[in-house]
């Protein structure tokens, strides 16, 4: 079991606090935040149904967010649904960009008003500042990911009043990141640790924690870094974070110190050994101290995601029944863009499967299946896509009944942050030598060292080292972006037609739906 639960409803219910470290959450029509916000347990409950729009929608993290992400990257290949992703002709009135926009928008409305009202209620001040921490943290998140998906967008930090339909203008990219690393700041200092208890309250695991503020941060200041490199560079997709005032050099030192702060955090630890690190994607080991912040899985009938169904083979008994069966890995991307005898990536991914009607087995090259037929044993032709095995869930019953959670920063991802940070500020591949061989030792590969590489060749290696650790789990899109070979890269793998990216590529369209009701947008 998950140790942090949604429970979805249409209505509020009570939330009560106990010494056991689970969250039971759902969110809940608000009828009036005047009325509403009133004690301590209205605070938990608003806090509540800010986590729950993690999921609340099929367009973020519940099912359409992640793939989205894989069919914009140069991975491999998904369901037609997401053509124009894959092909990077994505236009204004693509159904998952407006799910996603509305989600995410929803998303910041619920951490406004809990940001703008607790402050009011007569309570337990430590736990004030910690509700207030993680929401804002969730909105910091959230326009995170608007702001790499979409570039400049309208910015809301308070509740709308009501009679205010008044649409927004667009931000400016930097007023976006000071509000995200404003909100961040703030969760750093009184977000609580992982499962630490203070008094009669207890941070239950799946919450946002100090650790997790770090790491987002981390993550934010090396976007900005590499994006005005690359800006500077020549690479026009990234020419926004021209705005930036400070070097980009001081953007990663920036990355680093927080990176500094995430590793040394309570609670959270890399994995030992090889069988640990395949372990930390056992759908019955959520919450595992090497996940700094997920979004929670559920075996309860609509309370889960679909990430075990888009992720693994339909009816193999990987998943539950429904869609599904969607996103592979292509074989251009295993050869080329990831060491394939990497221990990560042979103990990864699915190496056979059954169906009712043909056993798969991987190839020798790892880069596809093998089919046989289970009824007269004779093989088929080579079946050129890999699964990872990353998200299965076998008790799964349904399409969003997974225990598998979504993993929106992990530690080795800042280990990896760290690694890039320390060689871009002293312009030495060599300083990136030690956190990268943690992250290798710890699964059985030797040793690597950058000592003898340019800062080119390096920039490109720790791509692989990211890719391999790290595929298939939302990284990949945002990585090509911001180092600057989106269109290199995509080319490589879907050809000139299919890869072609250009600078306005580099993000989405503001969805029609956004657009057409918002006259502050051109």
């Given at each position: 079991?998950?140790?942090?639960?949604?429970?979805?409803?249409?209505?509020?219910?009570?939330?009560?606090?106990?010494?056991?470290?689970?969250?039971?959450?759902?969110?809940?029509?608000?009828?009036?935040?005047e009325?509403?916000?009133?004690?301590?347990?209205?605070?938990?409950a608003?806090?509540?149904?800010?986590?729950?729009?993690?999921?609340?929608?099929?367009?973020?993290?519940?099912?359409?967010?992640?793939?989205?992400?894989?069919?914009?990257?140069?991975?491999?290949l998904?369901?037609?649904?997401?053509?124009?992703?894959?092909?990077?002709?994505?236009?204004?009135?693509?159904q998952?960009?407006?799910?996603?926009?509305?989600?995410?928008?929803?998303?910041?409305?619920?951490?406004?008003?809990?940001?703008?009202?607790?402050?009011?209620?007569?309570?337990d001040?430590?736990?004030?500042?910690?509700?207030?921490?993680?929401?804002?943290?969730?909105?910091?998140?959230?326009?995170?990911?608007?702001?790499?998906?979409?570039?400049?967008?309208?910015?809301?930090?308070?509740?709308?009043?009501?009679?205010?339909?008044?649409?927004l203008?667009?931000?400016?990219?930097?007023?976006?990141?000071?509000?995200?690393?404003?909100?961040?700041?703030?969760?750093?200092?009184?977000?609580?640790?992982?499962n630490?208890?203070?008094?009669?309250y207890?941070?239950d695991?799946?919450?946002?924690?100090?650790?997790?503020?770090?790491?987002?941060?981390?993550?934010?200041?090396?976007?900005?870094?590499?994006?005005?490199?690359?800006?500077?560079?020549?690479?026009?997709?990234?020419?926004?974070?021209?705005?930036?005032?400070?070097?980009y050099q001081?953007?990663?030192?920036?990355?680093?110190?927080?990176?500094?702060?995430?590793?040394?955090?309570?609670?959270?630890n890399?994995?030992?050994?090889?069988?640990d690190?395949?372990?930390?994607?056992?759908?019955?080991?959520?919450?595992?101290?090497?996940?700094?912040?997920?979004?929670?899985?559920?075996?309860?009938?609509?309370q889960?995601?679909?990430?075990?169904n888009?992720?693994?083979?339909?009816?193999?008994?990987l998943?539950?029944?429904?869609?599904?069966?969607?996103?592979?890995?292509?074989?251009?991307?295993?050869?080329?863009?990831?060491d394939?005898?990497?221990?990560?990536?042979?103990?990864?991914?699915?190496?056979?499967?059954e169906?009712?009607?043909?056993?798969?087995?991987?190839?020798?090259?790892?880069?596809?299946?093998?089919?046989?037929?289970l009824?007269?044993?004779?093989?088929?032709?080579t079946?050129?896509?890999?699964?990872?095995?990353?998200?299965?869930?076998?008790?799964?019953?349904?399409?969003?009944?997974?225990?598998?959670?979504?993993?929106?920063?992990?530690?080795a991802?800042?280990?990896?942050?760290?690694?890039?940070?320390?060689?871009?500020?002293?312009s030495?591949p060599?300083?990136?030598?030690?956190?990268?061989?943690?992250?290798?030792?710890?699964?059985?590969?030797?040793?690597?060292?950058?000592?003898?590489?340019?800062?080119?060749?390096?920039?490109?290696?720790?791509?692989?080292?990211?890719?391999?650790?790290?595929?298939?789990?939302?990284?990949?899109?945002?990585?090509?972006?911001?180092?600057?070979?989106?269109d290199e890269y995509?080319?490589?793998?879907?050809?000139?037609?299919?890869?072609?990216?250009?600078?306005?590529?580099?993000t989405?369209?503001?969805?029609?739906?956004?657009?057409?009701?918002?006259?502050?947008?051109?």
């Amino acid at each position: 079991m998950k140790d942090f639960k949604y429970y979805l409803s249409a209505i509020l219910v009570f939330f009560t606090i106990s010494s056991c470290n689970v969250l039971d959450e759902e969110p809940f029509t608000q009828p009036s935040t005047e009325n509403f916000y009133q004690n301590e347990t209205d605070a938990l409950a608003a806090l509540t149904a800010s986590y729950a729009r993690l999921k609340s929608g099929v367009g973020y993290y519940k099912q359409q967010f992640m793939p989205t992400l894989f069919a914009s990257s140069d991975q491999g290949l998904s369901t037609y649904l997401y053509n124009e992703f894959k092909r990077g002709i994505v236009t204004s009135t693509n159904q998952s960009l407006n799910n996603l926009w509305k989600e995410l928008y929803l998303g910041i409305r619920e951490a406004n008003n809990v940001i703008a009202n607790v402050p009011n209620i007569d309570m337990d001040e430590e736990l004030k500042h910690r509700i207030i921490g993680e929401a804002k943290f969730l909105r910091a998140l959230h326009y995170f990911n608007l702001v790499r998906c979409f570039g400049e967008v309208p910015l809301r930090t308070s509740p709308v009043e009501a009679g205010d339909d008044q649409g927004l203008a667009v931000s400016t990219i930097v007023e976006i990141y000071d509000s995200i690393i404003d909100d961040l700041n703030y969760a750093s200092l009184y977000c609580w640790g992982r499962n630490e208890s203070r008094g009669n309250y207890t941070n239950d695991l799946g919450r946002a924690t100090n650790t997790s503020a770090h790491a987002l941060l981390a993550k934010v200041y090396t976007r900005i870094a590499s994006c005005k490199r690359t800006a500077n560079d020549g690479v026009l997709g990234n020419e926004l974070y021209l705005q930036f005032s400070e070097s980009y050099q001081s953007y990663y030192q920036y990355a680093k110190d927080h990176s500094d702060l995430a590793i040394s955090g309570q609670g959270f630890n890399l994995s030992s050994s090889l069988e640990d690190w395949v372990s930390i994607f056992d759908a019955d080991n959520g919450n595992n101290e090497e996940m700094i912040f997920d979004v929670q899985g559920s075996s309860l009938s609509g309370q889960g995601t679909a990430v075990s169904n888009l992720f693994t083979p339909r009816n193999a008994g990987l998943s539950g029944s429904g869609f599904g069966g969607n996103n592979k890995l292509k074989p251009l991307f295993i050869n080329n863009m990831i060491d394939k005898f990497d221990n990560r990536y042979q103990n990864s991914i699915i190496t056979q499967y059954e169906t009712a009607t043909r056993q798969f087995n991987i190839n020798p090259w790892s880069t596809g299946y093998i089919p046989t037929n289970l009824e007269t044993g004779n093989t088929l032709g080579t079946l050129w896509q890999v699964w990872t095995a990353k998200y299965i869930d076998t008790e799964a019953t349904t399409e969003y009944t997974s225990r598998q959670n979504w993993h929106v920063i992990r530690l080795a991802d800042v280990y990896l942050m760290r690694a890039e940070a320390s060689a871009e500020i002293l312009s030495d591949p060599s300083a990136a030598n030690p956190d990268i061989n943690i992250l290798r030792s710890r699964v059985g590969m030797t040793d690597i060292d950058y000592s003898s590489m340019s800062m080119q060749d390096f920039r490109e290696e720790i791509l692989r080292e990211r890719a391999v650790e790290l595929y298939m789990e939302g990284h990949r899109f945002f990585d090509l972006t911001r180092f600057g070979v989106y269109d290199e890269y995509c080319r490589f793998v879907y050809g000139d037609t299919d890869g072609a990216r250009q600078p306005e590529d580099y993000t989405w369209p503001i969805p029609i739906i956004e657009v057409s009701t918002n006259s502050e947008i051109d």
